[in-house]
């Protein structure tokens, strides 16, 4: 290959994603990553569009449909699933909010339907009697991210090449490896989730640890993503340690359990406690998850914005590094959409959806300031 138009950092689903869609636009691209493994390991995979805020839908939609796009073509492996997700209302007041949800998602052309008492019974019923019904939105799915990731670098082999090597350093067009050696492109792209701020100190990024279990097979006992209409709340508002009844059926006939929310910690172990929450909270939509045989439990770590929504932008002070950072727990729905925004900012094309609301200068002068400088304002990462 020759000496690469694009470096990319990071050959998690955001970085492969990137990878890929700057390949498609005509660019050589190297791809770096250190073997470590991160969020593209640790999450659910849910493809799923979010309307927390208009920026979040824009992102979410554009790149849910790229998914199902790209989806025909996937090997049985990536374990692509349609299953579609049924937001479940617990009472009155989250069935008004599953009808709110509803009219947004219909404003913005997205198939959905309400769903009673009885209805999401009949599709579900493995969910506890005395729900309210559900909102059902048939077009989101899931992915198994690891294998999706490595599919995504292979598909243009002329065009991306992988290496393995740990960055330590970024200095201009030029990248440190671990062992001594550089590189250099005339672009950069930085994709290694909270690994970057190691490498792009004062980046407003936090770390939001997660736990997910997997269970042993069994078919037929769950058929949609089920995710309780409190878990909004619980992902983008709570500042405390929260859990939430986030289930899904995986193509093996497992069911794949969260969720939970710590804030900065570095302890990557398994917290039985919040474990136990957890669980507890899946039992009280799903009694019978109680008697189902656990395989694994495990953790991963979100990064997280103040606002939830992904840093996609070029470095303020460094003209050749650009940053896909930042995008929390749905860096697998939304890497689809980040990968045709970074390409076509860095390859000077028409981006798909607005790319402002995704800026670094939302977070202010201060926040700007700091990652210029490379160093974190007074208080630290925020």
Not at 9 to 38: E, F, T
Not at 339 to 345: F, V
Request: charged letters at 15%; one cysteine or more; a negative charge.
């Amino acid at each position: 290959m020759h000496k690469p138009d694009v470096i990319v950092i990071g050959a998690g689903i955001i970085g492969a994603a990137c990878a890929h869609a700057l390949a498609r636009s005509g660019q050589r691209v190297r791809v770096i990553d250190s073997g470590i493994g991160g969020a593209t390991h640790a999450g659910m995979g849910h493809l799923v569009v979010m309307d927390d805020n208009a920026a979040e839908m824009a992102l979410s939609q554009y790149s849910v449909a790229a998914w199902a796009a790209l989806a025909h073509h996937m090997p049985a492996d990536c374990a692509f699933h349609a299953c579609g997700t049924v937001w479940v209302a617990a009472d009155a007041e989250e069935m008004a909010g599953a009808e709110d949800k509803r009219t947004r998602l219909l404003q913005h052309g997205l198939d959905c339907s309400l769903l009673t008492a009885a209805q999401l019974a009949a599709a579900e019923p493995g969910l506890r009697s005395g729900l309210a019904g559900g909102l059902l939105v048939p077009g989101d799915g899931t992915v198994y991210a690891p294998n999706a990731a490595r599919w995504l670098l292979g598909l243009l082999p002329d065009h991306v090449t992988v290496q393995r090597g740990l960055v330590t350093r970024i200095d201009g067009n030029t990248v440190w490896l671990e062992d001594g050696s550089t590189l250099t492109a005339p672009q950069l792209l930085l994709a290694t989730g909270l690994q970057a701020m190691q490498l792009v100190p004062g980046l407003p990024v936090r770390a939001k640890k997660g736990h997910l279990l997997i269970t042993d097979r069994y078919p037929g006992a769950l058929t949609h993503q089920l995710v309780e209409l409190g878990y909004i709340t619980s992902a983008h508002h709570s500042e405390g340690p929260s859990v939430a009844f986030n289930v899904q059926p995986r193509p093996t006939g497992q069911i794949l359990i969260g969720s939970s929310r710590q804030f900065d910690t570095e302890d990557r172990s398994v917290d039985p406690a919040m474990l136990a929450r957890m669980l507890q909270r899946a039992c009280f939509y799903m009694p019978g998850i109680a008697d189902l045989n656990a395989i694994r439990s495990w953790t991963g770590q979100r990064p997280a914005t103040p606002d939830s929504l992904p840093i996609l932008d070029r470095h303020p002070a460094n003209e050749h590094l650009w940053l896909a950072v930042g995008h929390e727990g749905l860096g697998v729905t939304t890497a689809t959409g980040t990968a045709d925004i970074l390409a076509a900012l860095m390859t000077g094309a028409p981006t798909p959806i607005d790319s402002a609301p995704y800026a670094l200068a939302r977070f202010g002068a201060e926040v700007h300031a700091a990652v210029a400088a490379g160093a974190y304002p007074a208080g630290g990462p925020s």
